[in-house]
């Protein structure tokens, strides 16, 4: 059996495994594993396995994963995040839809110091449902809304996603960064002019508030954002004038969320030991996952099989248009069924090889990605954000509902899409200025 046939079968293997529902930092490790076995022998794999570990999870810019989550659970436990909604609600309360516009951008300040889509959705579903349903807006609306504006979280850096793409794919994630700021910005303009057409069509979506807060008010709302501005001005600015790394960045994050929260004498004892368990558990399930797909990416070297894929993808002389197209929408139905770090993971091994030939800006690839893996994330039938959202909400709303509300904010993710394809420098401009 030759070794590219042992790739194939290897890779169905894992396809198979997910299907079964097995974790998928597991699939990956069983089957690179076996496959390195029957390739090289029993000796081989088992240095690999002892080995190859330790080399990945020891390197550097991996350290950037734990400090950059640290920094959203000390955020989110020790309530530096709470005043956002309120004062998007203050400033953005006359638009019509003026709530749900709120709850976007209220999770595009959450987004900023947090990197899970997931973790986004469950806050914002928290907050901002129930102020709207208390507002008589429509149900699938108000949920909507909060699903999707919950996939900024990992667009809007610190994202794991992107840091991750920064490291199999060899390009500085600092740079993946600051290319996710545009896009998610244009993605949260999007949303709010998609809300701002509904409840001007249907003003019974989103009936108007009966009143503007005064001026006063709202300076004071503003004021309670500084521990996330703070945040701001020191991770994206330091990184983006170049007096840190993204990994450094990771750790002046936590450092600074820490030092706010003993500062406003906000972070109880539960509370830093829940961010600290909570940080050891993600980090954990993380890179379980991505040292299962650097072994995978050894197991497909070996084995010639992810070549033979890529060699026969390059083959088909397929313009750049109609590549990304193709790799779209294979990421799309993927990312309907497997969670996005998985979906990723799963695929760059085989996918780097075909975007070099094709001369692809892996910066902007690695953004747009990141774009379509959380496209995913509300796309039926397995949209993890909306399974949150109901899970948060409970009986307020029904998963049908919360689909239906999905519909037109994934005609403007078709909207984004298309403009960061026509207009890469949306995702590339801001990143060329570091240079």
């Known amino acids: 059996m030759s070794g590219e046939v042992v790739g194939l079968i290897g890779l169905a293997a894992v396809l198979v495994l997910l299907a079964l529902r097995t974790p998928i930092g597991i699939s990956l490790i069983a089957v690179s594993f076996t496959g390195i076995y029957i390739l090289l022998g029993p000796r081989p794999a088992l240095g690999m396995l002892a080995t190859l570990p330790y080399d990945f999870a020891a390197k550097w810019t991996l350290s950037s994963v734990p400090m950059f989550l640290l920094m959203g659970f000390v955020c989110y436990h020790a309530g530096l ?257 497997l969670d996005p770090l998985g979906a990723m993971l799963l695929t760059l091994p085989v996918v780097l090889p075909i975007l070099e030939a094709a001369n692809i800006d892996l910066i902007w690839f690695g953004v747009f990605l990141v774009k379509f893996l959380e496209i995913g994330m509300i796309t039926p039938p397995i949209g993890l954000n909306v399974f949150v959202l109901k899970g948060v909400v409970g009986n307020a709303a029904s998963l049908t509902t919360i689909f239906r509300g999905i519909f037109l904010f994934l005609v403007a993710d078709a909207i984004a899409v298309a403009l960061f394809i026509t207009f890469p420098q949306v995702i590339t401009y801001l990143p060329q200025l570091m240079e």
């Open 81 to 337: 995040t709470r005043g956002l909604f309120d004062a998007a609600r203050a400033w953005l309360a006359w638009l019509p839809g003026g709530l749900a516009v709120a709850s976007v951008w209220g999770a595009a300040g959450f987004a900023a110091v947090t990197g899970s889509s997931i973790a986004c959705a469950a806050a914002m579903g928290r907050i901002a449902v129930p102020e709207m349903l208390r507002a008589r807006y429509s149900p699938a609306l108000a949920t909507g809304t909060v699903a999707a504006a919950g996939t900024l979280g990992a667009l809007i850096p610190p994202s794991i996603l992107l840091i991750l793409f920064g490291i199999f794919a060899e390009v500085p994630i600092s740079k993946l960064f600051i290319g996710g700021i545009g896009a998610g910005v244009i993605t949260a303009v999007l949303y709010m002019l998609v809300i701002i057409l509904t409840a001007v069509i249907r003003p019974d979506y989103a009936p108007p508030l009966p009143e503007t807060p005064p001026m006063a008010e709202r300076m004071a709302r503003l004021r309670e954002t500084w521990p996330v501005g703070l945040l701001l001005v020191m991770v994206i600015g330091g990184m983006f004038v170049g007096l840190f790394t993204a990994t450094e960045a990771g750790a002046v994050g936590a450092l600074t969320a820490i030092a706010i929260a003993f500062a406003r004498r906000t972070l109880t004892r539960d509370g830093a030991w829940e961010s600290l368990k909570e940080t050891l558990v993600t980090t954990s399930s993380l890179f379980l996952i991505a040292i299962g797909a650097n072994l995978l990416t050894r197991f497909l070297t070996l084995s010639g099989a992810g070549d033979f894929i890529a060699e026969g993808i390059i083959a088909m002389n397929a313009s750049p248009l109609a590549l990304l197209l193709g790799l779209s929408l294979i990421y799309l139905v993927m990312g309907m069924f």
